[in-house]
C-alpha cells in the first residue's frame, strides 16, 4: 500500500501476541509455517462456528486507520456467511466473544 509516496507494511508477525511489520516475504512466510495462528474456535452447534485468527495481512481496502490484522469468521454449514477484522489481539478476543454470544443467543431464540 502507498501513503504519501511511501510503501507501508502489508505483512505481519507476532511478537510477544504483538503484531510486527515484516518486510521480508521469506522471514514471514517461515514464521506463518510454524507459528499457531488461531486465537480462538468456538462450536455454536453442529452446523455453525466461529473462528479468530491472525493471517499476518493488513486487509485495510484504504490505506486510512490502524492496520487491520485479525479476523473473525462464522461458519454455517461448513460456509463462510460473515467476517470481521479487527486491529488489534484484545479487540479480536472482544469481537469473538461478542459473535459468539449474539449467535448463541440466536440459537436459543430458535430453539424456543
Known amino acids: 500500500m502507498w501513503d504519501n509516496g511511501e510503501m507501508k507494511p502489508l505483512l505481519y508477525i507476532?511478537?510477544?501476541n504483538e503484531p510486527v511489520a515484516v518486510s521480508d516475504h521469506e522471514r514471514w512466510q517461515?514464521?506463518?509455517n510454524t507459528h499457531e495462528r488461531e486465537?480462538?474456535?468456538?462450536?455454536?452447534?453442529d452446523t455453525i462456528r466461529v473462528e479468530t485468527w491472525f493471517p499476518g495481512v493488513d486487509y485495510r481496502i484504504e490505506n486510512t486507520g490502524p492496520p487491520?490484522?485479525?479476523?473473525t469468521e462464522v461458519y454455517r454449514d461448513g460456509k463462510e456467511v460473515?467476517?470481521?477484522?479487527?486491529?488489534t489481539m484484545k479487540r479480536a478476543k472482544m469481537a469473538h466473544i461478542n459473535v459468539v454470544a449474539r449467535l448463541m443467543k440466536e440459537e436459543n431464540d430458535r430453539r424456543e
Open 39 to 45: 486465537i480462538a474456535r468456538t462450536d455454536i452447534s
Open 82 to 87: 460473515e467476517r470481521f477484522r479487527t486491529a
Open 14 to 16: 507476532l511478537v510477544n
Open 30 to 32: 517461515d514464521w506463518i
Open 68 to 71: 487491520l490484522l485479525f479476523l
